[in-house]
Nanobody, 125 residues
Framework: QVQLVESGGGSVQAGGSLRLTCAAS????????MGWFRQAPGKEREFVAG????????YFPDSVKGRFTISRDNAKKTVYLQMNSLKPEDTAVYFC??????????????????WGQGTQVTVSS
């Protein structure tokens, strides 16, 4: 079992930066792939970043590639999402998630086993 708590959300102007933190508790954190999703009002939840366990393998969709980075510290049981050059369309609730998938980075919600409660990110123009 893994419990996830996100923090670091807030309001920022376009072009600014935010770093989201996902703190995990529970066993075997390093055995999970970690992902970040976001959900804007009236839209489906979408994948924005993922990182595999144990190795520095990451994946980003085109919408955030080059602007977002993801990292993890297994010793601290923490995952970070660094968001730069933020745009108003990045406004959403951001969720951290953990997947038991070992061999690749899942991009669909159903592949993730545990979820945080979300943190709001608002980007103004």
């Amino acid at each position: 079992q893994v419990q996830l708590v996100e923090s670091g959300g807030g309001s920022v102007q376009a072009g600014g930066s935010l770093r989201l933190t996902c703190a995990a508790s529970g066993h075997s954190f390093s055995n999970y792939a970690m992902g970040w999703f976001r959900q804007a009002p009236g839209k489906e939840r979408e994948f924005v970043a993922g990182i595999r366990w144990g190795i520095a393998s990451t994946y980003f969709p085109d919408s955030v590639k080059g602007r977002f980075t993801i990292s993890r510290d297994n010793a601290k049981k923490t995952v970070y999402l660094q968001m730069n050059s933020l745009k108003p369309e990045d406004t959403a609730v951001y969720f951290c998630a953990a997947s038991k998938t070992l061999s690749y980075i899942p991009t669909i919600q159903g592949a993730y086993d545990f979820w945080g409660q979300g943190t709001q990110v608002t980007v103004s123009s």
